[in-house]
């Protein structure tokens, strides 16, 4: 442990196995440049108070830049053992590459626990700008094909039981509107992770009078963390970051749900692209939707890594404790996990097939009963009185073993003398009930129409 950059007060070696579960550098490398970049920033606002000449600052940046192109060229030699994390391994090589004379002064007034987290919210804001552009393109595929494919009508459903006739683009924007939502809690939620915590030491904050105002605007944040201790100690952004990905996940395992009830035999409404299936081992005729199933799956992984983290952070004590350190891989593997998919989302929906004649097909009268009542509801019978007697043609309909568009006025008439021969067009036409649903976000060709222009607006 004397090697160690904080040996000093060390006499004895580490168990073996401390040491490699104490090490972070092999999943906090990923921010390697990020870290270069806190550094430099950090150099240059020493270089202001004088902790560092303009010479010291100088090679302290050249320093960095070859640090940089040898993780870029991959010729970057972690030493086992005493890079522990990213922090140590960059800060170890600077010292080679520019002399510990200087490379022992970069680190004046700052720790690892501010350190750490301009790293992690660096890299956090940069993933969260590209998931928001990954997200962006799954919606403009959403509404394209909304745009594209606005007559097909097909089932609504209800308890997953045919309820009312609706359009095709309407079932997309029931879930454009729910991804329209985690696309505004990302960009509420981007502004928030992206603060600067350097300059707040180990807890109590720097003592040389640096400028965290001046650092915060060099390496782009929004402002910075005000309290010293506030700034160490917190991984809300992470955990923020997981909850939001939870709930976009959420959205993302209800649409795969309903898309592979959709593209089975029975419903046959949709069929998948060769690209996002698979056949089985055994069975020569099987084309399974593993890309949707994989998207219902990963979701559980990506609460998984929300309330793992939550656990590790719930009992903590003021500022940083190396519990902490476990919000790296949560963090590392729920973005991958959720960019991953959101790509893989858009893939298949920009791919897939749709049967329109499938979908008419599984549509049935009976489903326009509601439309029945509705019927005499214009006709100025009370609504609790039309939906009896709505209730009373679909059971003569079902003892005749018929249709209800197959049922006679007569018949008709039999359960109700107020309905007239226009009775038969409501009957009729799915199309004409679907027209009906002209309010605001209803399922008429207008409303659709309206719905796709609101999410357009969200998307330039
Ligand atoms: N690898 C550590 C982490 O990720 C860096 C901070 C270590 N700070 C400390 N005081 N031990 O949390």
Redesign the pocket.
């Known amino acids: 442990a004397e090697n160690m950059l904080w040996g000093g007060r060390f006499t004895g070696g580490l168990d073996p196995l401390m040491i490699t579960y104490n090490e972070?550098i092999h999943f906090?490398r990923t921010t390697y440049a990020q870290d270069i970049r806190g550094s430099i920033a950090y150099a240059r606002a020493n270089s202001k108070i004088g902790i560092l000449t303009p010479e010291e600052f100088a090679a302290i940046e050249k320093g960095f830049q070859q640090v940089l192109q040898e993780w870029e060229a991959n010729t970057f030699v972690i030493k086992p053992g005493v890079d522990e994390?990213i922090?140590t391994a960059n800060e170890r090589r600077l010292g080679e590459i520019i002399g510990t004379g200087i490379a022992g002064k970069l680190h004046t007034g700052r720790?690892?626990?501010d350190q750490?987290a301009t790293g992690m919210r660096l890299w956090l804001r940069d993933q969260l700008r590209i998931l928001e552009e990954y997200l962006v393109s799954f919606l403009k595929v959403i509404t394209a094909r909304a745009k594209a494919e606005i007559n097909p009508l097909m089932p609504g459903y209800t308890h997953l039981q045919r309820a009312q006739p609706i359009r095709w683009s309407h079932w997309l924007l029931s879930y454009g509107t729910a991804f329209s939502g985690d696309l505004e809690r990302l960009r509420q939620l981007i502004p928030r992770v992206n603060k600067s915590p350097l300059g707040a030491g180990a807890l109590v904050g720097n003592a040389f009078g640096i400028d965290r105002e001046a650092i915060a605007k060099e390496l782009g944040f929004d402002g910075i963390i005000n309290n010293s201790m506030a700034a160490v100690a917190d991984r809300d952004f992470i955990v923020e970051t997981l909850q939001w990905a939870s709930m976009l996940m959420i959205h993302i395992s209800r649409w795969a749900e309903d898309l592979i009830i959709y593209s089975t035999a029975e419903f046959g409404f949709v069929r998948l692209a060769d690209a996002y299936s698979t056949g089985s081992s055994l069975m020569p005729q099987k084309k399974n939707p593993d890309s949707l199933e994989l998207l219902r799956g990963k979701s559980g992984r990506v609460f998984g890594t929300m309330t793992g983290l939550m656990m590790s952070v719930k009992g903590l004590p003021s500022t940083?404790n190396?519990d902490?350190?476990e919000s790296?891989e949560t963090m590392l593997d729920g973005v991958k996990t959720t960019s991953d998919s959101i790509q893989i989302a858009t893939g298949v929906l920009s791919t897939m097939t749709i049967f329109p004649e499938k979908m008419l097909a599984a549509l049935s009268p009976d489903m326009l009963a509601t439309d029945l009542a509705d019927y005499l509801v214009r006709k100025g019978v009370p609504f609790r009185e039309t939906h009896h007697i709505s209730g009373r043609v679909v059971a003569l309909a079902e003892k005749e073993g018929m249709p209800m568009d197959k049922l006679s006025l007569l018949q008709l008439q039999g359960v109700d003398s107020r309905f007239g021969e226009d009775v038969m067009e409501v009957l009729g036409s799915y199309e004409a009930s679907v027209e009906k649903r002209t309010v605001l976000g209803g399922t008429s060709k207008a409303s659709v129409q309206e719905q796709i222009q609101r999410l357009e607006e969200m998307l330039d």
């Open positions: 972070s906090d994390d922090h720790s690892r626990n750490v940083y190396k902490l350190q790296w």
